[in-house]
């Protein structure tokens, strides 16, 4: 062998031995020694790179997993947590380390329709079932709207090795659902009672058969004219939630002296005020510092919430309040009524939600406080209900003195 270490090497191995038997021996030894080394570096070598390639793939199906936007979760063919993505230990509150090896039904139980859905690979058959729509519950013992689909997996001879199962949220377009259907509701009683007395009143007018004398007339003709206004005021409201809604709301801001804006809604409804037997007031600082705001948009916050007051207080006196602190005024308007129970106060800022006081017995939509939530955040500012010393509600917003020029 010419020259380099391993010629060394051998020269070496040559020189050790006397014993001609000996010699053979460790010849042959040597030559196995050297084909079994040579194969594994060769088998190393092999090995190496198929374990590059599979870790390759399995980062590339890790991160196809994780980023997936929806929940998926792998089970053995007992049903038993394998593992799942960042986006089930977001929704269900669970973290691998918690859940792997327990039952699925106990980390992730699923209802449908009322019925617990069992994930159990065992049980399923062909490729799996059809996704449904079922309701998990988080580990906080939250219920969740979620569609499930499970697929089975098999090896290559068809040995059930377990499911991957998808769960995808779907509480948004359940919300979409809710509100449409609160708002097909919302369209039918409210508009209708206006719209059957409308087309009663005027049938009656312009019956040829029928003649009303002068004062029924115009009796007749002053209720279409109150209900039309209602309807009215109900579609336009109807339109700003909508564009609220699809994210259109456009200030026109100018600057405004905020204890003005108030006495010109106060004034406005003070004529409902009297015919209730409420008495209006308001509560000034002395001198306010003027404003920055769109002017109609705040006096339509500041009507909502006296109409309300005034709607559903049932009390003797509503009080427009306007403070001013260094950062921020605060219109406030007190009522001496039922209150709002605390479960609700968040709640009746939702479009279309009437609370406690709404369905059956007053008017509205529901969308009241809603647009004045939107306005007012919109200005920068925060909108909410507390309870009043001593009896009732008292309803606020601020707007931030940023607003200010
Ligand atoms: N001052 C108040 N006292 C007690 N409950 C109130 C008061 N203001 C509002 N609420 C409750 O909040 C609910 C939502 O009010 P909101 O103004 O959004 O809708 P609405 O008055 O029902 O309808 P509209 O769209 O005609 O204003 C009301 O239905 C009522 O139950
Ligand atoms: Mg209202």
Redo the contacts with the bound molecule.
């Keep these: 062998m010419p020259g380099g270490p391993d010629a060394e090497d051998v020269q070496l191995s040559l020189d050790l031995p006397t014993d001609p038997t000996l010699f053979g021996d460790l010849e042959r030894l040597l030559t196995r020694v050297v084909e079994a080394a040579g194969g594994r570096v060769h088998l190393v070598v092999q090995n190496a790179a198929l374990l590059r390639r599979l870790l390759e793939e399995r980062r590339w199906l890790e991160a196809a997993v994780h980023q997936s936007g929806n929940g998926v979760l792998i089970l053995d063919r007992q049903g038993m947590v394998v593992g799942f993505n960042l986006v089930l230990e977001r929704l269900s509150g669970w973290s691998l380390d918690d859940a792997v090896g327990k039952p699925s039904h106990q980390v992730f139980p699923f209802e449908v329709a009322g019925t617990s859905y069992s994930l159990q690979p065992l049980a399923m058959e062909g490729d799996g079932p059809p996704p449904v729509e079922a309701r998990l519950t988080t580990r906080e013992g939250a219920p969740l709207d979620v569609e499930v689909a499970s697929a089975l997996v098999r090896d290559d001879r068809g040995v059930l090795l377990g499911s991957v199962v998808t769960v995808r949220d779907i509480r948004a377009r359940k919300e979409k659902e809710r509100l449409e259907r609160i708002f097909l509701s919302a369209v039918s009683h409210e508009l209708q009672t206006p719209i059957a007395i409308i087309k009663g009143f005027a049938g009656l007018l312009s019956d040829p058969e029928i003649s009303l004398p002068p004062e029924q007339v115009r009796q007749k003709a002053a209720i279409i004219e109150e209900e039309s206004a209602r309807l009215e005021r109900m579609v336009s409201?109807m339109l700003l939630a909508s564009r609220l809604q699809a994210g259109g709301l456009k200030l026109e801001r100018e600057t405004v002296a905020l204890e003005a804006l108030v006495a010109r809604v106060v004034e406005k409804l003070e004529p409902v005020a009297q015919a209730r037997g409420v008495t209006l007031r308001c509560d000034y600082p002395g001198e306010i510092a003027p404003l920055h705001v769109d002017a109609g948009k705040i006096e339509q916050v500041v009507g909502?919430l006296i109409e309300?007051?005034l709607?559903?207080?049932g009390g003797h006196t509503v009080t427009v309040r306007v403070a001013q602190r260094p950062w921020e005024f605060e219109v406030s308007v007190v009522?001496e009524?039922?209150?709002?129970p605390l479960e609700s106060r968040e709640q009746?800022f939702q479009p279309f939600?009437?609370?406690?006081?709404?369905p059956g017995k007053i008017h509205?939509?529901?969308?009241?406080?809603?647009i004045c939530k939107a306005i007012v955040e919109a200005h920068g500012g925060h909108i909410g209900v507390e309870d009043a010393p001593g009896r009732g509600?008292r309803?606020y917003f601020t707007l931030p003195r940023g607003s200010t020029p």
């Design positions: 409201q909502n309300n007051a709607k559903y207080s009522d009524g039922v209150g709002v009746i939600e009437r609370g406690a006081q709404g509205g939509t529901g969308l009241g406080l809603f509600s309803f």
